[in-house]
């Protein structure tokens, strides 16, 4: 028998900026001991967010392995095993709600995928306070799963529902980090930004879009905050027709890009300008390889869900 509701910790955490509402907002039930799937998904399709999470304590196996809590990830359709944004954000309000680590300055994180590291950069605390404390976040982005070319006759449907000629693809992957996404590279941020989708074309595929700005020299680019890139990203299998800045899509561009040479160590993406917003996401490769996604975050609801 399902018990009945009650209040339980909630906050709403926009992720990859420092100023409310300009970057992607996820909701986190802060307290889901008890919930059954079936709640947790009722409770993602009235938030009709791209995700929604649920933070319960690590699983026995999680918790050996150093997990410091486990986390569920819900969209409008159903759960994912692993996502960037709400990992960012429910990290973010873990930590605000007096989360402590088991080891200083870094959380590990377990869902669907397995465990998730995540580290605090306190150089990069903003001045209004707005992160996490210890400062931005970035988790290291799993493996990948698949890394492939599209097959001709996905990418001829994709090229054609974004109104794309061949020739403006410069090379394309099917990239696989738990969401699957299929992924274009386009010849600058300008045909990014110009992109006006045939959604029904697309069918119900995940995907990314990601274009260069100009590169300045010395590592710098043109830019808005001297962001590298504009990316994209089409959630059609998640019931979202377009992401405003998305954690995982950014991380599986920098696996493809950085080692391919096509962008430096350390970048910034910019996502979310075609829907009004302005998205920063901060990709670092380091000296293992292992990529890096961080962005800031801040609480712009905090309270109660009747759940």
Known sequence: MTPPPRN???????????????????AVVRDAVGLEDEQM?????????????????????????????????????????????????????????GGTPREPGVVVQECGIGLVPLRRDASSTPPDGG?????????????????????????????RALGLEARDVVDHRFLD??????????????????????????????????????????????????????????ALDMGIPEDPVTGSLNAVVGQWLVPDGLLPQAYVASQGTALGRAGRVHVTRDGSGAVWVGGDAVTCIEGTVLL
């Open 8 to 26: 339980r910790p909630f906050s709403q955490v926009d992720v990859f900026t420092t100023t409310p509402y300009r970057g992607n907002p996820v």
């Open 41 to 97: 998904a009722a409770f993602a399709r009235w938030t009709n967010l791209s995700e929604t999470t649920f933070l319960l304590p690590p699983s026995p196996e999680g918790a050996a392995a150093g997990a410091d809590y486990r986390l569920r990830i819900f969209t409008p359709a159903g759960e994912l095993p692993f996502a960037g944004h709400p990992t960012l954000g429910s990290c973010h309000a873990w930590l605000a709600a």
């Open 131 to 159: 992160a996490a404390p210890g400062g931005r976040l970035a988790f290291a982005a799993p493996g990948l799963l698949a890394d492939e070319p599209l097959d001709p006759s996905t990418l001829a449907a994709i090229t």
């Open 177 to 234: 980090n738990g969401p699957g996404w299929r992924v274009l590279l386009l010849g600058s941020a300008e045909k990014v930004l110009a992109l006006d989708p045939d959604f029904t074309g697309l069918g119900d595929l995940a995907i990314g879009v990601v274009g260069p700005y100009g590169a300045l020299g010395d590592g710098r680019y043109d830019g808005p905050d001297g962001a590298a890139v504009e990316v994209r990203g089409y």
